[in-house]
């Protein structure tokens, strides 16, 4: 069973930068496709992007061109760089590995 463990999040002003990682354990990590979703107050989970075990990412319209998802399978750790932030990316950020496995989550406060 693979454990995950976000980091990185802060409080950070509109059109700055953070980068959050996702550190697994516990299980083979380049087996993984990895997952990052977001849940913003008061509203419904939403899949950020993901990138698979080749390499190959996919992004949420929301976020394209601004986040890049990347992972490093020696160090089992995936990256979420977050560039050109909006108040609208205030979040809790959990990456996944499939259903019901999950990281405890890293909050992002974007400020105007």
């Known amino acids: 069973q693979v454990r995950l463990v976000e980091s990185g999040g802060g409080l950070v002003q509109a059109g700055g930068s953070l980068s959050l990682s996702c550190a697994a354990s516990g299980s083979t990590f380049s087996f993984y496709a990895i997952e990052w979703y977001r849940r913003a107050p008061a509203k419904q989970r939403e899949l950020v992007g993901t990138?698979?075990?080749?390499?190959?990412?996919h992004y949420a319209d929301s976020v394209k061109g601004r986040f890049t998802i990347s992972r490093d399978n020696a160090k089992s750790m995936a990256y979420l760089q977050m560039n050109s932030l909006k108040p609208e990316d205030t979040a809790v950020y959990y990456c996944?590995?499939?259903?019901?496995?999950w990281g405890q989550g890293t909050r992002v406060t974007v400020s105007s």
């Open positions: 996944s590995t499939g259903p019901g496995v």
């Open positions: 990138i698979n075990v080749s390499g190959s990412t």
